[in-house]
Nanobody, 121 residues
């Protein structure tokens, strides 16, 4: 059974930090990309950060300089270090993991259940 499990969310004050973790398991396929999305109430889900198998990263403009995405490939884990948190960062954060099913042709992705991050003023 393929599983994508997030953890690390919580309640913090503005200016504080959190580190989110996401562990992917249950598949022998190679992971192509791992990413973090977030969705605030009444808003669309948006990409926060992504990291490819080659190490390339991509960040939303709103989090550049504050958030850092990284991986531990040995443990199939992706992290999101969140510093200088702002109230507008409040959202449910979701992990997405993309595996290669057919090299160069097809991939499949799974979402985690989400973890709540709340930043107080």
């Amino acid at each position: 059974q393929v599983k994508v499990v997030e953890s690390g969310g919580g309640l913090v004050q503005a200016g504080g930090s959190l580190r989110l973790s996401c562990v992917a398991s249950g598949s022998t396929l190679s992971i192509r990309e791992m990413s973090w999305y977030r969705q605030a109430p009444g808003k669309k889900r948006e990409l926060v950060a992504a990291i490819g198998s080659g190490g390339s990263t991509n960040y939303a403009d709103s989090v550049k300089g504050r958030f850092t995405i990284s991986t531990d490939n040995t443990k199939n884990t992706v992290y999101l270090q969140m510093n200088s948190l702002k109230p507008e960062d409040t959202a449910v954060y979701y992990c997405n993991v993309e595996w290669t099913t057919v090299p160069g042709i097809e991939t499949i992705n799974y979402w985690g259940q989400g973890t709540q991050v709340t930043v107080s003023s």
